[in-house]
């Protein structure tokens, strides 16, 4: 059990659009699900933090109006990439903790995305 | 001071070598220690979870809790190729998350 679902897996984008990444919990209900971004052989960047039904957290540096996150449920989490630029392009990862659990975060597989 | 650290590595063994992995953190709170297995463009994958000080066994893979030293460890028995990842450690304390910067290993067949 624990599966974290994200799509979609790589995207390519032209500079100026908006990009949505859906993180999806499958088999379970995600209290808090969490955004990060990774750059090559660097560890994980803390984005945002998010709970269902409220605002998301973001961490200090992050662009609010930029990276909108949104918590719509308690499976699903969606990170909107507005107005990309080639700095956006990214490893996106997404990872949630089980509701009423006191353990760990499973990840998703991340999203791959490319601004030309 | 960062609240977990972790050596980057790269490590580098042959096959069939013990690996060990270490990290090492500064806020007593940490309760949850763990460890991940990021292979190369995926996301992390969770290979061990620990509560308390002690060691728990996963097949090759053993996990060392030492919280009076604020130390923790994995270690990779008969380490094979398919081993090769970066191993990030991480440690919770309430709702709060820190991961450690990964170490990269390389299993050499």
């Known amino acids: 059990g624990a599966v974290v679902s994200q799509h979609p897996s790589w995207v390519i984008c032209k500079s100026g659009t908006s990009v949505k990444i859906e993180c999806r919990s499958l088999d379970f209900q995600a209290t808090t699900m969490f955004w990060y971004r990774q750059f090559p052989k660097q560890s994980l960047m803390l984005m945002a933090t998010?709970?269902?039904?409220?605002?998301?957290?973001?961490e200090q540096g992050v662009e609010k109006d930029k990276f909108l996150i949104n918590h719509a449920s308690l499976t699903l989490s969606t990170l909107t990439v507005t107005s990309a630029h080639p700095e956006d392009s990214s490893f996106y990862i997404c990872s949630a903790t089980r509701r009423g659990g006191t353990d760990t975060q499973y990840f998703g597989p991340g999203t791959r995305l490319t601004v030309l | 001071q960062k609240e977990v650290e972790q050596d980057p590595g790269p490590l580098s063994v042959p096959e069939g070598a013990i690996v060990s992995l270490n990290c090492t953190y500064s806020n007593s709170a940490f309760q949850y220690f763990m460890w991940y297995r990021q292979y190369s463009r995926k996301g992390p994958e969770l290979l061990m979870y620990t509560y308390s000080s002690g060691n728990k066994e996963d097949g090759r893979f053993t996990a060392q809790v030492d919280k009076s030293s604020k130390y923790i460890s994995l270690f990779i028995r008969d380490s094979q190729p398919s081993d090769s990842a970066t191993y990030l450690c991480?440690?919770?304390?309430?709702?709060?998350?820190?991961f450690g910067t990964g170490t990269s290993l390389t299993v050499i067949p």
């Open positions: 991480a440690m919770r304390a309430g709702n709060q998350f820190y």
């Open positions: 998010s709970n269902e039904g409220s605002k998301a957290t973001y």
